[in-house]
């Protein structure tokens, strides 16, 4: 039996085989089409489902019992945490109505966190999880601080516990949530079975995502097709998909395993009797319709009726300028104190360059930034002098390592990196801690696309004016989603993904995970 096809790149907020078959959105500019041809095999067997005992509510109430309890343990512990921290520091003494004001914050998290969908949340982008959980957090101690103030009386010790206590839970809440759902996610019991309706590139693009990515909740079963034929079974059979049959079976194989979401993906079907799939689907709990062929803003947009008919509300975030500016000011900020507070390092790095190999220690390039605006960013100079001649000169000799220039504009053994402490730079990242002057002039920002070189610019294609609507980042998507084991094709699919979804929730994400990224040295040569 051929086995699931493995991507190498990690699973994070964005499925790149989903975002492969689609189509890139670009406000005010013309759409890339590009397709992607899939392998056929020519032999295969319908995959025999085996019954699910358990019933659609069981399979609700054990998905969302475990992120339940580890909601209550973060808030017990946040707010435990905020009180001996400021009873030992001296600033207040034990309160007697701790207990009584958990019990209070626990009850209006749960009904605020219900509200924000994040029980079961099944499914849920690990952005918008991270959003809930702060704005649910928030919520249920401001709804303490003025049921104190209405039903009784609010005291400088019980305000001072809820601050601090908030802010803990923002940091602690999601990083308990995130925890639980990788612990369940290699059991048996944990998540809601998924069916997967459409065997096209989307469809399948799909399925492999929820399958890498138990932790999200969703376990698809397998594909069922729009029409029996012998050609969707071979080609799903090669990748290792499940084939469960034709749309026909979908109400026997809901009742039979219990499955309670539908993900329609029509994408890559010619013809397709979508009245005939919803009259199958009609009966799953939650049924999931992929409408589009184009890679449309996923995160913060809605559905909305129009004149009678379902219509795609599409939120622009960066027409929020509150917002932006919110986002400059960071930028400052944690630039300007991360200058300071690396110096004596960075002066280190400058003292090995230079013995190791001598030349100037810092290394400017012009790439293209906002508006299409060209900068200088700076690096630390990790590469020998005459860079460019050697490369020339491998690439000349080298099949191989032309073929992987022209693929992912990076080599994965490159002959130019100064050994030793370019390397060590390089594979850590901190070959870019020079950017940080960049971001404090305004030239970048900490999270954003990841700047282009102008010679690049063409293999943007369409999308280069998505890519200038913003300021390019010392970090970005592209970097916490396999970095250099993407091809450059998958890295501006990443940038596009980003500027359309934008919001500073996105920007956090980013940022936690760039630590994680760096400490492992994920995707790093």
Known sequence: MPQLDTNPLPVGVVCTDTIEQLDPFVPSAAVTDQRRTERTGNSSKRRRITRNKATGTVQVLLTLTPLFIADIAALTFSIL????????LGFIGLHPGLLLNSICVMTFYVACATIYGLYPGTGMSPVLELRQCVLASM????????????????????????LMASVLASLIVPLARLTTRRLCSTTSWWGENAIIIGSGPQGRAIYRYYARAPQRGLRPLGVVDFAKTASSQDSLELTGIPYLGSVQRLERLRRKTQARWSI???????????????????????VLILPSQMQLPSLWSGSRECAGAMGIHLKDHLHNHPARAIKRFVDICLSGSALTILSPFILVFVFLLK??????AFYGQTRVGKDGKHFKAWKFRTMVINADQVLEDYLENDPDMRQEWIEYQKLQNDPRVISGIGSFLRKSSLDELPQLWNVLKGDM???????CMTSQTSLYGSVLPLYQRVRPGITGLWQVSGRNKTTYDQRVRFDSYYVTNWSPWLDIYILIHTIKTILFREGAY
Do not use: K, W, Y
């Open 81 to 88: 945490a905020a009180t001996f921290s400021l009873v030992l």
């Open 139 to 162: 919520a249920a101690f401001a709804f303490a601080i003025v049921a104190n103030l209405v039903l009784a009386t609010l005291s400088i010790t019980e305000l001072a516990i809820f």
């Open 264 to 286: 329609v993906a029509p994408g890559g079907c010619q013809t397709i009797d979508m009245n005939e799939v919803l009259s199958h689907a009609g009966n799953f709990s939650n």
């Open 355 to 360: 013995f190791r190999d001598p030349g100037p």
């Open 445 to 451: 920002s900490l999270v954003g696309p990841r700047p």
